[in-house]
């Protein structure tokens, strides 16, 4: 049996030997930040459905990412984490919603395995330098270090610290008139990857209940856009269709949350029962409580 000596000495020789040497293996990078630094747009599926199979089907469609949804569903940090074990080797890139922007909370959602961390209501310069504190280790962030789930999906030649260093991501939610008041100073924040309008919040905080196509929030929406530009951060925002995704491209976006599994799965259903005139009830005529 060869000692570890003999090995390192055969290794040296190889070159002198005329024997070819193995190389290194690159180094890997998240497919999601290489393609917004190409200012190429990603889109994500909005993961609702707290099933893992789900999840895995989904990551192989075509999307660059998943949007695996905590503030506004009941995926629980287990089911997560067996969503990004089952996604492991496909397309998309896991990216966790957590339900408020805290330290701790990020810290979970990267233990189990996300790469990337949306979080919301992101109103304040001290709120956005925390998120991108959050997804990073120290001495830049204030990230713990325990990743051993995390290092189980994403082996590598190298430590799991470094590789998460250089590939998670920090995406933060501008959703309320006070955040377009510190818009400026947010955006400029170092460690920010993409700034998200959530449009249907943020005209609620205008008091216009949803409906985004008023003058003062798209005024606010103007005014995110210009700061995310002048600070050369993506911009993000939802969309459904493939006409929206074309306009909000030309307007400087990139960054998109589509449909979830559940409209995706109503919209393929529609388009076989529709032609048969199958349907449900209609709980606008037919209230279901």
């Known amino acids: ?62 999307f660059d990412f998943l949007w695996i949804e905590m503030e506004h569903s009941a995926i629980t940090l287990e089911t997560a984490r067996q969503m990004i074990l089952a996604t492991r080797g496909l397309k998309a ?29 992101t109103s304040t310069p001290d709120l956005a330098a925390q998120a991108a504190r959050a997804v990073k280790y120290p001495p830049t962030g204030r990230r713990g270090a325990g990743g051993g789930l995390a290092s189980f999906r994403w082996p590598g030649p190298e430590r799991y610290y470094e590789f998460a260093d250089r590939n998670t991501m920090c995406i933060i939610i501008i959703e309320e008139q006070r955040a377009v008041e510190n818009i400026e100073e947010i955006a400029s924040t170092p460690g920010i990857d993409v700034i998200f309008i959530g449009t249907n919040d943020l005209a609620f905080s205008y008091g216009k209940r949803g409906d985004f196509s008023t003058s003062v929030v798209q005024d606010a929406i103007a005014r995110i856009v210009a700061a995310g530009k002048k600070s050369r951060v993506a911009l993000g925002r939802s969309a459904g269709t493939p006409d929206q995704i074309a306009a909000y491209v030309k307007q400087g976006f990139t960054f998109f949350q589509g449909p979830s599994d559940i409209n995706l799965m109503a919209a393929g259903a529609r388009t076989l029962l529709d032609p048969l005139g199958k349907s449900g009830i209609d709980p606008k005529k037919q209230p279901l409580y």
Do not use: H
């Not at 890139?93 to 990267?110: D, S, Y």
């Open 93 to 121: 890139v896991p990216f966790i919603r957590v339900p408020v922007n805290e330290l701790w909370t990020a810290k979970r959602a990267l233990d189990v395995g996300a790469l990337g961390i949306i979080f919301p209501f």
């Open 1 to 62: 049996m060869r000692s570890r000596r003999q090995s390192l000495m055969t290794a040296a020789a190889a070159p002198l030997l005329g024997q070819q040497v193995p190389e290194a293996a690159p180094l890997w990078e998240n497919p999601v930040r290489r393609q917004l630094a190409e200012g190429k747009p990603v889109i994500g599926c909005t993961i609702a459905i707290p099933s893992a199979e789900v999840a895995a089907q989904a990551a192989n469609m075509g």
